[in-house]
């Protein structure tokens, strides 16, 4: 019983999180930003990709899970994520 409870918990937090970070696809770098700055749990880093997009790295102090977010800098759209874990 406790081991179905954890895989429910487990699944449900996987959802919430995949969920969330959907929602940000679209919105605008400072969107990003300020979603983030909410705690200070999260350290930025920021990546050139090329002369049209840049990297959003943000991670916590633990090294797994972090986020990225790809930011169209012509259109101030975020175009893609991705959630990193172990």
């Known amino acids: 019983m406790k ?3 954890l895989v429910v918990i487990t699944l ?3 959802v919430s999180t995949s969920y969330t970070q959907h929602n ?16 200070n749990e999260f350290a930025l880093k920021v990546d050139t990709i090329g002369q049209k997009a ?3 790295t943000y991670k916590t102090e633990k090294q797994y899970p ?11 759209l975020c175009i893609s994520y991705g959630v990193v874990s172990k």
């Open 54 to 56: 840049i990297l959003l």
């Open 12 to 14: 449900l937090l996987g």
């Open 66 to 76: 972090f986020y990225t977010y790809e930011i169209d800098l012509h259109k101030d």
């Open 3 to 5: 081991k179905s409870f």
């Open 24 to 39: 940000l696809l679209g919105k605008s770098q400072k969107y990003i930003r300020s979603f983030y700055n909410l705690g």
